[in-house]
Each structure stands twice: as C-alpha cells, then as structure tokens.
C-alpha cells in the first residue's frame, strides 16, 4: 500500500538546475530518514543525501555543495534541489524511505545532463 513516486527528473545542459520530489502515498506517517540515491549504467547505486524527519541532513561529498535535500512531514513529500549540474551526475535517482520494519524505494526518475 505504501508506495514511493519520484518526479521531476528530465534533459538539462550542464550548468542547469532541476528539482526532484517524492511523494510517500499511503496512509502513513513518515518517521525515520528519507534519503535520495542515484544510480549511473554500469554503476552500483549510491547515496546522494538523506534527511531525518526533524530536518538533519547528510550528503555525499561528490555533491559538494550543490544539492539540497528539504522534506515537508505535512506533505509527506521529500525534495532534492539539484544546482550547477554536471554530465556525471547523469543517472537514474531513488527515493528511499527507511522505515522501521523495511526499505521503500521508488521506481525512479531520469535525470541528464548534457555537456
């Protein structure tokens, strides 16, 4: 019933910002860390980020000061505001929620960016 839905990925020149959401439908609470992963063709999946519900936030250093990751508890919606894009940061990004008995993970939004 709990289901993870991403959007807002697309084709971006380098340079350029995009802003992913994710929405946790489902009567649910969120608690727990919601973090966002990215996986490259050919390459294992990585974190990128991740929040706790009271806001603390953690980031992989290849983002470098580029990505904000932001949640609303209201919403039950996570968002990664992504700037100054690269072509390596071409991949397929997750949404994952940690919950307290199993992982959700979505299905995935394309993000690329061209040079």
């Known amino acids: 019933q709990v289901q993870l839905v991403e959007s807002g990925g697309g084709l971006v020149q380098a340079g350029g910002s995009l802003r992913l959401s994710c929405a946790v439908s489902g009567s649910v609470v969120v608690l727990g860390v919601l973090g966002w992963y990215r996986q490259a063709p050919g390459k294992q999946r990585e974190s990128v980020a991740a929040?706790?519900?009271?806001?603390?936030?953690n980031y992989a250093d290849f983002v470098k000061g580029r990505f904000t990751i932001s949640r609303d508890n209201t919403k039950n919606m996570v968002y990664l505001q992504m700037n100054s894009l690269e072509p390596e940061d071409t991949a397929t990004y997750y949404c994952k929620w940690s919950g307290t008995y199993t992982d959700y993970w979505g299905q995935g939004t394309q993000v690329t960016v061209s040079s």
């Open positions: 929040i706790t519900r009271r806001g603390t936030t």
